[in-house]
């Protein structure tokens, strides 16, 4: 019953922003560690930004400085807010949390940026 539902991809210019939510559900959301990841295509999937249960924060030193991982507890929902976009940040991002040993994700929303 775990589900995770991504959005807020799009198109959007090499310099711009945008705000991806990924809301869950199955889970007692506030204990749990939740996880953007992405992948471009040719690429493997690389983790982006993590998020605890106590907000502690990491992030990749690719998007470090750029993208600001958040979560709401009340909305079961974590924000992935992403500034200065480049063509090397396009690819299908996807959230994640680990429940019990196993792997939960979601369905992926894509990001395209454009030069």
């Known amino acids: 019953q775990v589900l995770l539902v991504e959005s807020g991809g799009g198109l959007v210019q090499a310099g711009g922003s945008l705000r991806l939510s990924c809301v869950a559900s199955?889970?007692?959301?506030?204990?749990?560690?939740i996880n953007w990841y992405r992948q471009a295509p040719g690429k493997e999937r690389e983790l982006v930004a993590t998020?605890?249960?106590?907000?502690?924060?990491n992030y990749a030193n690719s998007v470090k400085d750029r993208f600001t991982i958040s979560r709401d507890n009340t909305k079961n929902t974590v924000y992935l807010q992403m500034n200065s976009l480049t063509p090397e940040d396009a690819a299908v991002y996807y959230c994640?949390?680990?429940?019990?040993?196993?792997?939960?994700w979601g369905q992926g929303t894509q990001v395209t940026v454009s030069s």
């Open positions: 998020i605890t249960s106590s907000r502690t924060t």
């Open positions: 199955g889970i007692i959301f506030r204990f749990y560690t």
């Open positions: 994640n949390t680990i429940d019990l040993g196993s792997a939960y």
